[in-house]
């Protein structure tokens, strides 16, 4: 790994523990991860110097953590939408009970928790929709690839074309919802609650940058390792 040179998306795929380090500096390491070091630190006038040096501070990893830059591509396909598929599916109808209590209790106070409602709720609807072209889509095709050059049979052609173009798709809706989750971070101060707060505020704060943890994570894998060896796996049928 050569964290000078290579891109963002690249080095956290190789050693996950620096998305902290990135996440710290606010530095997009999955919707963004096609920029070096460099060039995000020059966008949001960064010294990358130090940025550089917490990464090479890093404590040596334990090798508990999991690899799964070299994870089969079916078996990282089935691992998004059995944990974070379902973790979006699981959490979403709870975050959207709590924020309609909270705008019914706090609204009155605090008028942009009906904003950080109706960005969730836009969220919901545009990943429930995402997830299902993944899962009847695209995950498949993925499937059929690898089972392919497995048995050294030939692919069908889809009726997207190339795999590209889904994966174009996908990618743009990501930008989309971390646009939002943005949003939603910038108007809930980082997720900390006001002083007022009762508990089930600070939960649904909790809970909402949980949200955002994971489909950070969830962007991630699919964006810096799953797509591109998808697309460098299409090409060798070519």
């Known amino acids: 790994m050569n964290i000078k040179r ?47 040096e917490d990464i090479e501070n890093l404590p040596k990893s334990s090798g508990d953590s ?32 709590f ?23 836009s969220s919901a609807q545009d990943l ?31 009726p997207f074309g190339t795999v ?6 996908m990618k743009h809706e990501h930008t989309v919802e971390g646009e939002r989750l943005r949003k939603i971070a910038e108007l809930t101060d980082e997720y900390n609650p006001p002083a007022d707060a009762c508990n089930t505020y600070r939960v649904t704060f909790s809970m909402l940058q949980d949200f955002e943890n994971d489909l950070h994570k969830h962007i991630h894998l699919e964006n810096n390792i799953l797509f591109p060896k998808a697309i460098r796996l299409e090409k060798e049928f070519s």
């Open 6 to 52: 290579d891109f963002i998306g690249d080095i956290v795929a190789e050693d996950f523990r620096t998305a902290a380090v990135f996440k710290r500096y606010g530095i997009d390491f999955c919707c963004k991860g096609g920029r070096t070091i460099e060039e995000a630190c020059d966008s949001k006038k960064l010294g990358k110097e130090q940025v550089y």
């Open 66 to 97: 999991i690899d799964f830059n070299s994870w089969p591509l079916d078996l990282l396909a089935d691992y998004v939408e059995k944990t974070h598929h379902r973790y979006v599916e699981e959490k979403t109808p709870v975050l959207q009970a």
């Open 128 to 158: 429930g929709a995402h997830m299902k072209k993944e899962e009847l889509m695209l995950f498949p095709f993925i499937k059929n690839m690898v089972n392919a050059k497995i048995s050294g049979n030939a692919i069908q052609q889809p």
């Open 164 to 169: 590209e173009n889904p994966v174009n798709m």
């Open 99 to 121: 924020l309609d209590k909270l705008c019914k209790v706090h609204g009155g106070s605090h008028p942009e928790l009906f904003q950080i409602r109706d960005l969730f709720e």
